[in-house]
């Protein structure tokens, strides 16, 4: 389906009142909420970093209550088994005495999923979302069954308590579309958010957008136009992540392995999100430069040395971004 130049600007300007009508309740954190938007309508799976109390679970919450999508919360825990994400079959009788399974569908089974502190949960439970969030579907018994659309799983985990935890596998990390850091609030969001929280005041959210539009916002987002040379400055930022294919030295001395197809894919699909929010049918290289960092900073992984001399992906990700594009016509 083809959309028109004014089909893109009405979804662009409804986009902004979603994300304003969630600046309503959640304090500050544009870009963690820009990036769970942007996510959201590329169709995949954001993993959300940060500390304890900086409102993770509730900037979810939010998003999926403003964009009227049925959710559930996964508190993950050592002892969490994977039938407690995915549901079971038990033996019940029915009216005339005889017995039969019936299946009982577990949290997974929503259109947002929040899988709180998933780096808690052992890697056997881990591996049980790994099907839903790639294949969009769950096999119980041999019975497999599809989940509910659209199907987003927003995982947060929390960077500084290790002890206990089971960090995950490049395999699963590789699963998110992005990975948004959620920073600490400043002197003014802080007064803020106590405003809002501790007076008695309630704050009652619209809902602006149902699945039927959201649905459709996510085929427009496929529909955003990217041109050749765009492209190839896409895939030469891929490249460069690989200490092989890069010409910084940086980056030759401290990654060990770039990111891969998938992380191509996944630059794309959220530069042409970040464009149709901008109200644009069209991606430009800033958008690519703008959604590098939380595409590439869990793709790419790190050597020993870096991590002695304390080097971040992000700030490899800068000596990237900073020839990307140069000689091409913005």
Do not use: W
Request: proline letters at 4%; hydrophobic letters at 40%.
């Amino acid at each position: 389906m083809t959309y028109t130049t004014d089909q893109f600007t009405e979804m662009s300007q409804l986009l902004q009142e979603v994300k304003e009508e969630i600046g309503r309740f959640i304090v500050g954190q544009e870009r963690a909420v820009e990036f769970s938007l942007y996510a959201i309508l590329a169709d995949g799976h954001a993993l959300l970093e940060g500390l304890p109390g900086l409102g993770k679970t509730m900037l979810i919450r939010t998003i999926s209550d403003v964009l009227d999508l049925s959710f559930s919360r996964i508190q993950f825990t050592p002892d969490l088994m994977p039938s407690d994400i995915t549901g079971t079959s038990l033996i019940e009788r029915d009216a005339e005495g005889r017995q039969q399974f019936t299946f009982r569908e577990g949290p997974i089974f929503h259109q947002m999923v929040l899988a709180d502190e998933i780096n808690r949960a052992t890697p056997k439970t881990q591996s049980a979302l790994l099907e839903a969030m790639g294949e969009k579907t769950v096999t119980i018994l041999g019975d497999t069954k599809k989940m509910a659309r659209p199907f987003f799983v927003l995982a947060t985990q929390n960077p500084i308590e290790m002890e206990g935890t089971y960090p995950l596998p490049e395999a699963q990390m590789d699963r998110f579309l992005c990975k948004i850091l959620v920073s600490y609030p400043t002197r003014n969001e802080l007064a803020e958010i106590s405003r809002r929280t501790t007076g008695a005041q309630t704050i009652s959210l619209s809902k602006k957008m149902n699945t039927e539009g959201l649905v459709e916002a996510q085929q427009m987002v496929k529909e955003v136009l990217m041109a050749d040379d765009i492209l190839m400055v896409a895939v030469d930022i891929i490249q460069n992540t690989h200490p092989e294919h890069s010409e910084h030295e940086a980056i030759q001395q401290y990654v060990q392995y770039g990111s891969g197809p998938r992380g191509l894919q996944s630059l794309i699909r959220l530069a042409k999100a970040r464009a149709l929010m901008e109200g644009r049918y069209h991606v430009s290289i800033g958008d690519l430069k703008y959604v590098a960092k939380p595409v590439l900073r869990h793709r790419m992984l790190l050597n020993y040395e870096a991590e002695a001399m304390g080097k971040e992906a992000d700030e490899l990700i800068d000596l990237v971004l900073s020839n990307a594009g140069k000689g091409v016509v913005k």
